[in-house]
């Protein structure tokens, strides 16, 4: 069956997006075989709102803000749309992205406010379908 204009131009859209989340968690994919690095996130919770801040400070938000002003701005942009959304596309990124802790669903799902947060996206008052 053929897509339509309109969900052909959602792929590219969430495509789009994954480029951008690829730029701000760069700091992890490009360092995915660093034993030093891998055993100091180890010790991450993910579910623990206080130790994920304090990984993407450490981590994360150094490299974000070297970024030009124009890619910091498509990077909020990007986060803000998954922040409207189901979750469902910031938990299948995560999962795929292997990233250094939370494996699960739900470890995503309490990841992805934080990294809202970090990074200056608010969110919605009422959870999405809420």
């Not at 959602?10 to 968690?25: C, G, K, N």
């Not at 400070?57 to 910091?72: D, L």
């Not at 498509?74 to 959304?85: K, P, Q, S």
């Amino acid at each position: 069956m053929r897509k339509t204009a309109p969900q052909r131009l959602a792929e590219r859209e969430a495509r789009a997006r994954q480029e951008l989340l690829d730029s701000l968690f760069e700091p992890w994919i490009g360092q995915a075989g660093n034993p030093a690095r891998l055993n100091r996130l180890d010790l991450v919770d993910p579910r623990d709102e206080g130790d994920v801040a304090l990984a993407l400070k450490a981590e994360i938000t150094g490299p974000f803000t070297e970024m030009t002003r124009e890619t910091q701005t498509r990077i909020r942009a990007a986060l803000t749309v998954l922040a409207n959304g189901d979750g469902a596309e910031f938990r299948e990124y995560w999962l795929d992205l292997r990233a250094p802790f939370g494996s699960t669903e739900a470890e995503a799902d309490a990841i992805f406010p934080v990294v809202a947060r970090t990074f200056g996206v608010r969110l919605p008052d009422s959870p999405p379908g809420g």
